[in-house]
């Protein structure tokens, strides 16, 4: 994990994030937050992020937009909510970070991380749509060629054990209501589009 650079006041703060965030459902939250470092000290994938969710807490607050959204951390949270259990003021740092994810998708920023959890939730949602409901291997199959396939060679043995064990299906099977399934995506789909 980097440290918040010492040449943080080069950038230029938007002083009107802040205010946006605050109006968003739950971002009051972000105004109660003591930075009291729980949520970092909690969290399992703390190691891996650009900033901690403390120094996401407070780069919201100074107005750095471009460093929150473009940061990874709102990407590589393991939505476990040990912030949340653990959070002297209860602040929900996961449900807020999932509303971080969608104004960055919104605005288009690019962040690797971002890459992949976007193919995930497409090719998701695709595989329902096919088959009615989740398969693990058609999902892993599309995510790998999208993302990056000799990647996918480090989980081939886990899959084989798997096969084996008759906990992954050779041929995925379509449910009955697969139709119906796909017409409730479809409208989620519509209404998302209303809202953008």
């Known amino acids: 994990m980097a440290d918040i650079r010492l040449d943080i006041w080069r950038d230029k703060p938007d002083l009107n994030f802040l205010a946006e965030i605050l109006a968003i459902p739950g971002g009051e939250a972000v105004a109660s937050c003591i930075q009291c470092g729980t949520c970092s ?98 999902l892993l199959a599309w995510y790998f060629l999208e993302t990056n396939l000799f990647s996918a060679l480090k989980f081939a043995g886990m899959g084989f054990s798997l096969f084996k064990t008759g906990r992954l299906a050779f041929l995925p099977k379509r449910t009955k209501g697969a139709a119906e399934v796909d017409a409730i995506l479809k409208k989620c789909d519509e209404k998302a589009a209303m809202k953008a």
């Open 41 to 138: 000290g909690s969290c399992p994938t703390v190691r891996h992020m650009d900033s901690s969710p403390r120094e996401i807490m407070a780069l919201i607050r100074a107005g750095y937009r471009d460093r929150v959204l473009n940061s990874n951390t709102i990407w590589l949270c393991a939505s476990c909510y040990a912030c949340y259990v653990r959070c002297p003021k209860e602040i929900k740092i996961t449900d807020f970070f999932y509303k971080l994810k969608q104004i960055a998708m919104r605005e288009r920023r690019r962040n690797p991380e971002s890459k992949r959890a976007r193919v995930l939730a497409r090719r998701f949602a695709d595989v329902v749509r096919l088959l009615g409901r989740s398969n693990e291997g058609v």
